[in-house]
């Protein structure tokens, strides 16, 4: 798009350049897709009514810690409390095992988030979460997955390099308990008390530090942004390929959908659409997961890759 306003600017008006580019298939399926931006913030109140779980795969150093290939890690997302538990392999008949052995620790969440990985979507898992009540979600964007999680398990393995460094061993598995012990007794910057210390009765305390933190972060964005589409609008939604998908790849889906409501959430822009035949996406968009489709879409043929009973997050 530069190359071709800069060659062409001074013939042709920028807006019209735009406008053309965007009524070509060749653009509106290549063009990059940006995968950092501000996306909203948790609103919580209390301690185990969300968490997030993942999985943290190690299985380059199973031969030093008796076969453990993956480590799984779930934090709940007010007091930042850890609980990590050591897989041979991520079976849901393994990991239902491990979620038990952390429910019997005495808590469990009212909801329960994850990226789409195939070992929480196990019948096993799933029918343990709805004999214990658990509303289970996974995160529309693999890109993002669950944040929270994800942070914690870059925590935890500094801590286990630190420990590598110093002992000349990829052995960790006899200290694992006390890496997430030492992480749960230690002063968190964001909730401003350690993990271990956050109960229902101060969850409070917690809340309100979250919630400041989240206002120094919204201080530093810019103003509130205009929206850049309108209701009406066509749209492709980005593919959210891995983090390492090829540039040349196709980047935006076949399917063209058209934007029904425009809404301001915590100073960013989000979009509901539909589909060509009127039914509703679930979940909101930002606007770095669309881009506008600029043609007549009632006279476009196009192919539909699959269709998904639930497109939406």
């Known amino acids: 798009a530069r190359k071709l306003i800069k060659k062409f600017h001074k013939k042709i008006p920028k807006e019209e350049i735009i406008n053309w580019l965007n009524a070509q298939n ?12 501000p996306r909203l913030h948790y609103i919580v109140d209390t301690i185990d009514d969300v968490w997030e779980a993942d999985l943290i795969d190690l299985q380059k150093y199973k031969s030093y810690n008796d076969g453990i290939n993956y480590l799984l890690s779930v934090i709940d997302v007010v007091s930042k409390y850890a609980f990590v538990e050591p897989l041979k392999n991520k079976s849901g008949k393994t990991v239902c095992a491990a979620f038990e052995r952390i429910f019997e620790k005495g808590r469990k969440p009212r909801l329960l988030q994850t990226d789409k990985g195939k070992e929480f979507l196990a019948s096993e898992v799933q029918k343990l979460f709805k004999q214990k009540n658990i509303t289970y979600r996974t995160v529309r964007n693999p ?3 669950a944040a929270i999680v994800e942070r914690f398990n870059r925590t935890l393995k500094e801590k286990m390099w630190r420990y ?11 200290l694992l308990d006390q890496f997430v012990h030492s992480y749960n007794n230690t002063r968190h910057t964001t909730i401003r ?8 009765d101060n969850a409070y305390i917690a809340v309100k530090n ?3 933190s989240h206002e120094r972060e919204d201080k530093k964005r810019r103003q509130p942004r205009m929206f850049k589409y309108k209701v009406n609008d066509y749209v492709r939604i980005s593919k959210h390929k891995g983090v390492f998908a090829k540039g040349y790849e196709q980047n935006w889906s ?3 959908f058209k934007i029904i409501r425009a809404r ?7 979009y509901e ?3 060509l035949s009127g039914e509703e996406i679930d979940g909101y968009f930002y606007e770095e997961e669309l881009t506008l489709v600029n043609k007549n879409i009632e006279n476009e043929a196009y192919e539909i890759e699959q269709v998904l009973k639930t497109r939406g997050k």
């Open 26 to 37: 060749a653009y509106t399926l290549h063009k990059p897709v940006r995968k950092r931006f």
């Open 143 to 145: 890109d993002v997955k």
């Open 164 to 174: 590598f460094s110093w002992s000349k061993t990829y052995r960790y598995i006899h």
């Open 193 to 200: 008390m350690e993990p271990a210390a956050v109960t229902l």
């Open 210 to 212: 979250i919630e400041k």
């Open 254 to 256: 076949d399917e063209i």
């Open 264 to 270: 301001e959430r915590q100073a960013l822009p989000t």
């Open 273 to 275: 659409i539909e589909d």
